[in-house]
């Protein structure tokens, strides 16, 4: 689950670190925004019960929905140990 | 860009949002992990050097290599204004 600002708010951490690019000499990015990531790992399939439940537990307790916007995404179970090559790598991900 | 603390690596306020499931009524959830997502905005296409810059970026800045993991993902722009239709929505996405 992701959880950003909305567009609107503004983010100083995201700032921070625009600001702080040019002195590590990277040119290119036109903005930053910094938000949170959860992963849950639930028991079984995650079915629509379970994501209905999810749900419910972002805007409850993860999100503010004032001023985050949260996205939930299921993802396959992940290895329980990922190899060195996957690990920190650049992947293209076709999104919706 | 997600940023996610190694699996070796204790994850306290994943541990927190664990054990506060059971009081809000959360059931089937076997484990949550905290972590950071920067959203970065490039100025043109992201090729393979931009890539390489943010890549140079997250290990230098943005994450710790000692103790975090980080997987960089190119995402299409979004809309400027997206429509309340499809924030906060409960998506799957393909993963490789």
Redesign the interface.
């Given at each position: 689950m992701?959880?950003?600002l909305k567009?609107e708010i503004l983010d100083p951490q995201?700032q921070a670190?625009l600001a702080?690019?040019p002195r590590?000499d990277?040119?290119?990015?036109?903005?930053?925004?910094?938000?949170?990531?959860?992963?849950?790992?639930?028991?079984?399939d995650a079915d629509a019960d379970?994501?209905a439940?999810?749900?419910?537990?972002?805007?409850?307790?993860?999100a503010n929905?004032v001023i985050e916007?949260?996205?939930?995404?299921?993802?396959?179970p992940q290895p329980?140990?990922?190899s060195p090559a996957e690990?920190?790598?650049?992947?293209?991900?076709?999104?919706?």
């Open positions: 992701d959880v950003m567009p995201g670190i702080a690019l590590l990277v040119s290119g990015i036109a903005g930053v925004r910094q938000g949170k990531r959860f992963e849950l790992e639930v028991d079984g379970v994501l439940r999810i749900d419910q537990l972002a805007a409850s307790l993860l929905p916007d949260y996205v939930v995404r299921v993802e396959p329980a140990q990922a690990a920190n790598a650049v992947r293209a991900e076709p999104t919706t």
